[in-house]
Nanobody
Framework: QVQLVESGGGLVQAGGSLRLSCAAS????????MGWFRQAPGKEREFVAA????????YYADFVKGRFTISRDNAKNTVYLQMNSLKPEDTAVYYC????????????????WGQGTQVTVSS
């Protein structure tokens, strides 16, 4: 069992940056591939980025390539999402998730989810 808690969301102007963190409980964090998803009001949850268990491999949605960076620190049981050059269309609740396969863009294939953190980008 893994419990995930996101933090780092907030209000930022377009062009700004935020760094999201997702802290995991338990000793098996390094056994899970991790992903970030987001959900805007009235829209379905969409894949943002994923990282392998070791952190060596990463995978991004096309719309964040070159702007967002996913990373993890297995010693700290934490996965990060560095978001730069933010746009108003990045406004959403961001969720981290843990699963057993990589890369996985389908949210249904992740087993564990955090509660989400709100990111709002003003124009």
């Amino acid at each position: 069992q893994v419990q995930l808690v996101e933090s780092g969301g907030g209000l930022v102007q377009a062009g700004g940056s935020l760094r999201l963190s997702c802290a995991a409980s338990g000793r098996t964090f390094s056994s899970y591939a991790m992903g970030w998803f987001r959900q805007a009001p009235g829209k379905e949850r969409e894949f943002v980025a994923a990282i392998s268990r070791s952190g060596i491999s990463v995978y991004y949605a096309d719309f964040v390539k070159g702007r967002f960076t996913i990373s993890r620190d297995n010693a700290k049981n934490t996965v990060y999402l560095q978001m730069n050059s933010l746009k108003p269309e990045d406004t959403a609740v961001y969720y981290c998730a843990g699963g057993h396969r990589f890369p996985v863009v389908d949210s249904h294939e992740y087993d564990y989810w955090g509660q989400g953190t709100q990111v709002t980008v003003s124009s």
